[in-house]
T-cell receptor
């Protein structure tokens, strides 16, 4: 019940295209859903996050879509660029306590020119 | 501003040797601290977390241990390394708050056990 399932494992997108990564969760107590971006040899960095009281959050070319009833959320990268090539992790956590974050298994995105 | 420091960046150690990785946080007080391991091309595995000085919780049984001797210092140790301990070790911090800002990760230590 603590798992966050992420797909696809890898993704190749043409420059200018839309990259879509999907995640699903079971634990309805989760109330914070961040996405992390990790470049090779670096630590993950917080990219964008959403709470379940909104269905969509947009920051620049990055958008999170959230479907509370389906317990699913996704990351959309519009106008994908080669610089977006990285591994993306979705995550979920419960506010309060020691803030344990459950991570998805990661999606390696490659944007080709 | 808050910063997190991890060192060393890379480390090659023989099997059976000891290990000490250090992580320090600046610009915040009483952070929650975490050690994660990431195997090559794999996800993030939580190893230890700490909510305060001397308070360590282990998520995965193994030959690693963690200590928090100071509020903003977190150390990952091993008495005898195994080949399977190779990986990318990440320290992270968060502040316990109703407003949840997620984790901030360090730059990681690439450990190769030979």
């Amino acid at each position: 019940q603590q798992q966050v399932k992420q797909s696809p494992q890898s993704l190749i997108v043409q420059k200018g295209g839309i990259s879509i990564i999907n995640c699903a969760y079971e634990n309805t107590a989760f109330d914070y859903f961040p996405w992390y971006q990790q470049f090779p040899g670096k630590g993950p960095a917080l990219l964008i996050a959403i709470r379940p009281d909104v269905s969509e959050k947009k920051e620049g070319r990055f958008t999170i879509s959230f479907n509370k009833s389906a317990k699913q959320f996704s990351l959309h990268i519009m106008d994908s660029q080669p610089g977006d090539s990285a591994t993306y992790f979705c995550a979920a956590s419960i506010t309060g306590g020691y803030q344990k974050v459950t991570f998805g298994t990661g999606t390696k995105l490659q944007v080709i020119p | 501003s808050q910063t997190i420091h991890q060192w060393p960046a890379t480390l090659v150690q023989p099997v059976g040797s000891p290990l000490s990785l250090e992580c320090t946080v600046e610009g915040t007080s009483n952070p929650n601290l975490y050690w994660y391991r990431q195997a090559a091309g794999r996800g993030l595995q939580l190893l230890f977390y700490s909510v305060g000085i001397g308070q360590i919780s282990s998520e995965v049984p193994q030959n690693l241990s963690a200590s928090r001797p100071q509020d903003r210092q977190f150390i990952l140790s091993s008495k005898k390394l195994l080949l399977s301990d190779s990986g990318f070790y990440l320290c992270a911090w968060s502040v316990m708050s109703r407003i949840n800002y997620g984790y901030t990760f360090g730059s990681g230590t690439r450990l190769t056990v030979v």
